[in-house]
């Protein structure tokens, strides 16, 4: 791979022929037709997002003579120039040029076209600094997974896609990467993220390929249709939706796919499922709500996934200091399992310290978290009793 350093190019060269595409959210062409901005493999444009702080801070640092960076092009073997790092930057230069947004000057809101004339030249004479770089694909898509992406980070799924670039991840994005499509709104109570920043994407091949989402790229590369891909997704959130009638936030996120692997053969009534759901939401001494979904698909049975409360300090200090007591007057262990045995802890008294608190009827059979509830263990016999 050779690169050529240019320092000649000027913003106005640059933007001239400027196309923003507000459907597709991205800036698509520059240098007069000769440079493409976003190549497919690119992301969206995501300067914009919020209210438009980071396109606003690339025209103040051009007015205040700051440098913008590196910015690196591909030059393709048809001679045109693709931007494969700076993209944001450029479109932000652009955006600005064609009237897209204004910034503050002085204290007033200014677009380009009403700014003082030698501001606006100033902006259109800066010279940027660039990188031609001329290789094959897979050097140019090597370097690409190197490099140190200046402003918003790659993440892992906008690399991937760019290094498996092709028509199954065109046709995947136009399916999980594209905020227009309709079905989000379902999704969206399933899955964490951002749509543009190819959360849902991600999700949907973490899913099918059980976790081995780069191999499942590379497999697929060429293939000209997502049909595995868009079942399997939808395979798993149907079966959500079945299942879990009942729509709660703590469902966004959570590892569905692998919850489907592990329970969707088994049967569920929807409805005894939505009535435990409300039950253990209901319950204070349920910690983690999000536990609750593979609670109940395991059948109820593993009390660890939901954290449940513990006794507070000053119950297990009261239960101790009376069965201590009461244990000191009859001889034996203050543990009452201990005291039960025939080996030396039969008349040991342990410290509050090497006790634990009990459930003596267990939380999962309606046992309450309160002091007439509580009974304090050795460690040893606590842990035997297991499950709380
Ligand atoms: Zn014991």
């Known amino acids: 791979m050779t690169t050529t350093l240019h320092t000649e190019y000027t913003v106005e060269e640059i933007c001239k022929g400027f196309v923003y595409n507000q459907a597709e959210g991205k800036g698509l062409f520059g240098l007069s037709g000769r440079l493409i901005i976003q190549p497919e493999y690119q992301r969206h444009y995501l300067y914009a997002e919020g209210k438009g702080e980071k396109e606003i801070a690339v025209i103040e640092?051009?007015?205040?003579?700051?440098?913008?960076?590196?910015?690196?092009?591909?030059?393709?073997?048809?001679?045109?120039?693709?931007?494969?790092?700076?993209?944001?930057?450029i479109t932000s230069l652009g955006r600005f040029l064609t009237h897209k947004f204004s910034i503050i000057l002085n204290g007033t809101e200014q677009y380009y076209d009403s700014m003082p004339a030698d501001l606006l030249q100033k902006i259109y004479d800066t010279k940027l600094t660039i990188y031609e770089c001329?290789?094959?694909?897979?050097e140019i898509k090597e370097?690409?997974?190197?490099?140190?992406?200046?402003?918003?980070?790659?993440?892992?799924?906008?690399?991937?896609?760019?290094?498996?670039?092709?028509?199954?991840?065109?046709?995947?994005?136009?399916?999980?990467?594209?905020?227009?499509?309709?079905?989000?709104?379902?999704?969206?109570?399933?899955?964490?993220?951002?749509?543009?920043?190819?959360?849902?994407?991600?999700?949907?091949?973490?899913?099918?390929?059980?976790?081995?989402?780069?191999?499942?790229?590379?497999?697929?590369?060429?293939?000209?249709?997502?049909?595995?891909l868009e079942a399997y997704f939808n395979s798993v959130i149907d079966w959500v939706r079945s299942v879990f009638t009942?729509?709660?936030?703590?469902?966004?996120?959570?590892?569905?796919?692998?919850?489907?692997?592990?329970?969707?053969?088994?049967?569920?009534?929807?409805?005894?499922?939505?009535?435990?759901?409300?039950?253990?939401?209901?319950d204070y001494y349920v910690k983690n709500k999000k536990g609750i979904y593979e609670y109940i698909l395991g059948g109820c049975q593993d009390t660890r996934l939901l954290e449940v409360r513990c006794f507070d300090e000053p119950t297990k200090k009261a239960v101790y200091a009376q069965q201590t007591t009461e244990a000191q007057a009859e001889g034996v262990s203050n543990c009452p399992l201990c005291a039960l045995g025939k080996d030396n802890n039969r008349t040991k008294i342990w410290k509050l310290s090497e006790m634990d608190a009990d459930h003596v009827t267990a939380w999962s059979k309606g046992g309450a978290t309160d002091i007439s509830n509580c009974q304090m263990l050795c460690q040893t016999h606590n842990r035997a009793k297991g499950n709380k």
């Open 61 to 89: 640092s051009v007015l205040k003579g700051y440098p913008l960076g590196l910015i690196y092009f591909n030059k393709r073997e048809d001679g045109l120039l693709e931007v494969l790092d700076g993209q944001q930057r």
């Open 134 to 138: 001329e290789g094959t694909e897979s």
């Open 143 to 228: 370097w690409f997974k190197t490099i140190n992406i200046v402003g918003i980070p790659l993440n892992d799924q906008e690399r991937l896609n760019a290094v498996y670039s092709g028509p199954f991840v065109d046709r995947a994005k136009e399916v999980f990467s594209n905020s227009q499509n309709t079905e989000i709104n379902k999704w969206e109570w399933y899955i964490k993220g951002n749509v543009k920043r190819q959360d849902y994407l991600h999700t949907a091949l973490e899913w099918v390929s059980k976790g081995d989402i780069e191999n499942y790229m590379s497999t697929h590369r060429r293939d000209d249709n997502i049909n595995e």
């Open 246 to 282: 009942q729509k709660e936030n703590e469902m966004r996120g959570l590892l569905w796919g692998e919850l489907y692997e592990k329970y969707h053969k088994q049967p569920y009534d929807p409805a005894q499922v939505a009535a435990k759901q409300r039950e253990l939401y209901e």
